[in-house]
């Protein structure tokens, strides 16, 4: 029989814990249009021509679709209420914009709206989750979602579940990938929501990452479509998890795929509403409505 002594005592002591579930911190992040330098495939040659771009009106107008009946609804029907969301934002949003993106996310108290100056992508990232994080001496599940993108209603319990159940396997690891690789394209249109089924292979959706206590890094610190060249991965290939949209503003290879895409059935506006709180009759209000977003109109 070997016995445990000092350091590693404390470390089995803190992972035992964990499979109760109870000390360990969830964070999500989600970037909803922050004027980062570098971390998009669109350049500009200053922060201003980027905060040009990014507040433009229409474009706007389909990040706040997309939000609001994706990203938002998908967050609030979590089934695990033991996490925090960040939405990041710049600070030179305009006031409008602002005030509905906080508007909409008050009734969510998991969601904290957060405000980030301009910086490079992956540091300013980095940065607002320490800080949420601040002196926890706790491990944490981290996970990012774009803000056109849902999760499943029980991807936190999941996660939190997962990394559990693993604790004896893990308790020599550093850090753990737990992936959910099936998941659905889809593109709203004001007739609906246009889907297909896929098998994805580390998107930045449907996947969290855990995190010792005292690490400084975070799961925006690394490309999620290498997280398993450097960590141990846990991969569910049967649940669905995620609904990653396609649109013409898709900074990501996403952008443009709508080939295979094929309207709801009957059964499958069912499956959306039950897995990601995800309704079509306001998908197609949301997107059936003016292009140009002013104020909060």
């Given at each position: ?26 964070i999500g ?89 301009p ?20 491990e ?123 309207p ?11 897995r ?22």
């Amino acid at each position: 029989m070997t016995l445990l002594t000092g350091a590693a005592f404390a470390t089995f002591a803190q992972l035992k814990r964990t499979a109760s579930g109870t000390y360990m911190r969830v964070i999500g992040l989600c970037r909803f249009s922050y004027p980062a330098i570098g971390g998009f495939k669109r350049m500009h040659d200053s922060v201003e021509e980027r905060e040009a771009y990014l507040f433009a009106p229409e474009r706007m107008a389909l990040r706040f679709r997309h939000f609001e009946t994706l990203t938002l609804p998908s967050i609030a029907a979590q089934k695990d209420k033991r996490f925090t969301f960040l939405v990041v934002t710049g600070e030179r949003m305009p006031k409008p914009y602002w005030e509905r993106l906080n508007d909409i996310c008050a009734p969510v108290p998991e969601i904290k709206v957060v405000t980030a100056p301009p910086a490079k992508h992956r540091t300013a990232m980095q940065d607002v989750i320490l800080r949420e994080l601040g002196n926890d001496e706790l491990e944490s599940l981290q996970f990012r979602l774009d803000d056109d993108d849902a999760v499943g209603a029980n991807f936190v319990r999941s996660i939190r579940r997962t990394a559990r159940l693993a604790w004896k396997l893990r308790s020599e690891w550093q850090n753990l990938v737990i992936e959910f690789s099936r998941g659905y394209s889809v593109k709203l249109t004001p007739d609906g929501i246009l889907a297909q089924e896929i098998q994805g292979q580390f998107l930045a959706c449907g996947l969290a990452v855990l995190f010792r206590p005292g690490d400084m890094q975070t799961v925006m610190n690394f490309a999620h479509h290498k997280l398993h060249h450097t960590m141990p991965t846990i991969i569910d290939p049967t649940t669905p998890m995620y609904l990653r949209a396609v649109h013409d503003d898709n900074d990501s290879r996403a952008r443009g795929k709508d080939t295979g895409l094929k309207p709801l059935t009957d059964t499958d506006r069912t499956f959306f509403k039950a897995r990601f709180n995800v309704d079509e009759a306001a998908v197609q209000a949301a997107f059936g409505a003016p292009t140009a977003l002013r104020g909060k109109a």
